[in-house]
């Protein structure tokens, strides 16, 4: 009866647009799926610095290569950002992070294709970062305060990391041959799977109605995804660059443009781990974690000196 009456003032809470903070009562299963969602999403900033770190001794210039140094230490801070909110779930960061080690948490498909020329710098800001903003602007006005407020600052530095992919994209579109055809093929083969990262059809996706009700996901993933196809084909246009879907038509009476069907089983597979680069990047971030047990060691050391030197002083 308690519990019943806690959640009828949590939901009225929520309907009123408050934010729940982490003393707050919440339902168990609140706390279980926030902590699904932003660990995930953590892991999937972590991961994400892989396939552009490969680019950046590559740049083609110094200002490229500070550009893109930037946007990967930016994407480590949104994992600390993302990993910091789920803490205040009452989970450890190690437990989190030995999920992800282990393979039992996923993180978004995209990060499992490979980035085979300089292009793909281009194309992943403009349109893997394109996606991102489109869903955490709505994230960072979900129910959950250190969820919103992480995807808050987050958004403010995707938004500079896509306009440094865009630029690229609109460099290349303009240049020779060459880099026109290099761009073109990257735009090709990042387009579908930047629609996968919203996520499995509404109808085939079972977390969609509780986040909703809870105002964790304010839309859904196929709202989302039209809404992130609608501004790109503009952006597609004015950079002179097509996108691959020969179904793509602009429907005036839902102002919508529709879109081709998108290959699901490519999709599942890549999520339970067969796309092209998931064996990588789990064996690099398995490698990256045993190398760095020393920082861990060290910054623990440091923490538990600190908190000796205050309790002296108490
Ligand atoms: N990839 O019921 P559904 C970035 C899973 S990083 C893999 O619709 P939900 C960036 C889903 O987990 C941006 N798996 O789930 C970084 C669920 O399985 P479980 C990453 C996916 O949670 C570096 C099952 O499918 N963004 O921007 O309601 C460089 C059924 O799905 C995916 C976030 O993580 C996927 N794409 O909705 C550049 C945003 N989609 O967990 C850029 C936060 C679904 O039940 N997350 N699955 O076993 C979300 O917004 C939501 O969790 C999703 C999925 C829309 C992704």
């Given at each position: 009866?308690?519990?019943a009456n806690k959640?009828?003032?949590?939901?009225?809470?929520?309907?009123?647009?408050?934010?729940?903070?982490?003393?707050?009562?919440?339902?168990?299963?609140?706390?279980?799926?926030?902590?699904?969602?932003?660990?995930?999403?953590?892991?999937?900033?972590?991961?994400?610095?892989?396939?552009?770190?490969?680019?950046?001794?590559?740049?083609?210039?110094?200002?490229?290569?500070?550009?893109?140094?930037?946007?990967?230490?930016?994407?480590?801070?949104?994992?600390?950002?993302?990993?910091?909110?789920?803490?205040?779930?009452?989970?450890?960061?190690?437990?989190?992070?030995?999920?992800?080690?282990?393979?039992?948490?996923?993180?978004?498909?995209?990060?499992?294709?490979?980035?085979?020329?300089?292009?793909?710098?281009?194309?992943?800001?403009?349109?893997?970062?394109?996606?991102?903003?489109?869903?955490?602007?709505?994230?960072?006005?979900?129910?959950?305060?250190?969820?919103?407020?992480?995807?808050?600052?987050?958004?403010?530095?995707?938004?500079?990391?896509?306009?440094?992919?865009?630029?690229?994209?609109?460099?290349?579109?303009?240049?020779?041959?060459?880099?026109?055809?290099?761009?073109?093929?990257?735009?090709?083969?990042?387009?579908?799977?930047?629609?996968?990262?919203?996520?499995?059809?509404?109808?085939?996706?079972?977390?969609?109605?509780?986040?909703?009700?809870?105002?964790?996901?304010?839309?859904?993933?196929?709202?989302?995804?039209?809404?992130?196809?609608?501004?790109?084909?503009?952006?597609?246009?004015?950079?002179?660059?097509t996108l691959p879907?020969?179904?793509?038509?602009?429907?005036?009476?839902?102002?919508?443009?529709?879109?081709?069907?998108?290959?699901?089983?490519?999709?599942?597979?890549?999520?339970?781990?067969?796309?092209?680069?998931?064996?990588?990047?789990?064996?690099?971030?398995?490698?990256?974690?045993?190398?760095?047990?020393?920082?861990?060691?060290?910054?623990?050391?440091?923490?538990?000196?600190?908190?000796?030197?205050?309790?002296?002083?108490?």
């Amino acid at each position: 009866m308690e519990d019943a009456n806690k959640l009828k003032e949590f939901e009225a809470r929520i309907e009123r647009g408050e934010k729940i903070e982490p003393k707050d009562w919440m339902p168990e299963r609140y706390r279980t799926q926030l902590i699904r969602m932003i660990s995930q999403h953590a892991h999937s900033e972590i991961v994400g610095m892989l396939p552009e770190g490969n680019w950046i001794t590559r740049a083609p210039s110094l200002r490229r290569k500070m550009s893109l140094l930037a946007k990967v230490q930016d994407e480590a801070g949104h994992g600390l950002y993302l990993y910091c909110a789920a803490e205040t779930l009452g989970v450890d960061r190690s437990e989190l992070v030995g999920e992800f080690l282990s393979g039992k948490a996923k993180y978004s498909n995209i990060f499992n294709y490979p980035t085979l020329t300089w292009a793909d710098i281009g194309a992943i800001g403009w349109l893997v970062d394109g996606a991102a903003i489109v869903n955490q602007t709505m994230l960072a006005k979900c129910s959950y305060g250190p969820y919103s407020r992480a995807n808050l600052r987050i958004c403010k530095e995707e938004t500079f990391h896509k306009v440094q992919g865009y630029e690229i994209v609109c460099t290349m579109a303009q240049g020779r041959p060459a880099q026109r055809k290099m761009i073109q093929d990257a735009v090709n083969r990042w387009w579908w799977p930047s629609l996968m990262m919203f996520g499995p059809h509404d109808k085939n996706s079972p977390n969609s109605a509780e986040l909703m009700k809870w105002k964790v996901k304010l839309f859904s993933n196929d709202d989302l995804r039209q809404r992130f196809v609608n501004l790109t084909v503009r952006q597609a246009r004015a950079a002179g660059v097509t996108l691959p879907d020969p179904d793509l038509k602009y429907n005036p009476e839902t102002d919508n443009w529709e879109f081709g069907e998108i290959n699901w089983d490519e999709f599942w597979s890549v999520v339970r781990g067969n796309g092209p680069c998931n064996r990588d990047r789990m064996r690099a971030r398995r490698r990256a974690h045993v190398e760095g047990a020393w920082v861990r060691e060290a910054a623990d050391a440091y923490a538990a000196k600190q908190r000796a030197k205050a309790a002296k002083s108490a």
